[in-house]
């Protein structure tokens, strides 16, 4: 607290019975405990560190999201990123509903 004061970052909680208001790390919350912290019986934190580390790169890249056609990010965004034969299109902005095409073979 003392910290946000000195360098004015206000703080916004949200309301009381509105976890909606932030699903978004709530999510990543009860991901990361059933998956990493409940699911380990950990010996130091290093190795918190190092599992934690492995998980969030599948997580983050390895994955298959519904919101990118079952395909993992990392294959998405190569994907996304050749010339040929694919061509991506994303549509939507900041808590709009996203559109993404693929489009090629």
Do not use: H
Request: charge should be negative; glycine fraction near 6%.
């Amino acid at each position: 607290m003392r910290w946000c004061e000195e360098n004015e970052v206000e703080i916004r909680y949200i309301q009381p019975g509105k976890p909606n208001q932030n699903a978004f790390i709530e999510r990543f919350n009860r991901t990361y405990r059933d998956e990493v912290l409940n699911a380990c019986l950990f010996e130091d934190l290093d190795q918190v560190r190092e599992i934690s580390w492995e998980w969030m790169i599948n997580y983050n890249e390895r994955r298959p999201l519904d919101a990118l056609g079952g395909l993992p990010p990392a294959v998405f965004r190569q994907k996304a990123t050749d010339p040929f034969p694919w061509n991506c299109r994303i549509d939507g902005g900041a808590y709009a509903q996203v559109s993404i095409q693929l489009t090629g073979s």
